[in-house]
């Protein structure tokens, strides 16, 4: 494997995972349903850190489940605000950082 790039096979491990020089990157998608009330955003990204594969390779498996939770938590409120949503996002990965984008 080359400095800042997965094999095909490993990328397959994590769909969410993504190489970027010698970091990872995990990058979720918002559903298209849900995008109007994440302000119009497409993606969740988080920056995973430039760590051995395996360990990023969890790290994005744990953030992938707190992104499902987060995604079936406004799905099931539709009386969220746009305000509230940002502050879920905020708390559910404070615990292991990231952003919106």
């Known amino acids: 494997m080359t400095k800042g790039c997965v094999s095909m096979a490993a990328n ?3 769909r ?10 995990f990058v979720r998608r918002i559903p298209s349903d849900l995008r109007p009330r994440f302000g119009g955003r497409a993606n969740i990204v988080r920056s ?5 594969y395996p360990e990023a390779l969890e ?12 995604f079936r938590t406004v799905a099931r409120k539709p009386d969220l605000t746009a305000d ?6 905020e708390v559910s990965l404070l615990r292991i950082g990231g952003h919106l984008c």
């Not at 995973?48 to 051995?52: C, E, I, L, Q």
């Not at 790290?59 to 987060?70: G, W």
Request: hydrophobic share 50%; net charge positive.
């Open 12 to 14: 397959a491990k994590n």
């Open 16 to 25: 969410f995972l993504r190489a970027l020089g010698g970091r990872y990157d």
């Open 48 to 52: 995973v850190g430039a760590v051995p």
């Open 59 to 70: 790290r994005a498996r744990r953030l992938a489940a707190v992104t499902d939770r987060l």
């Open 84 to 89: 509230q949503i940002a502050e879920l996002v």
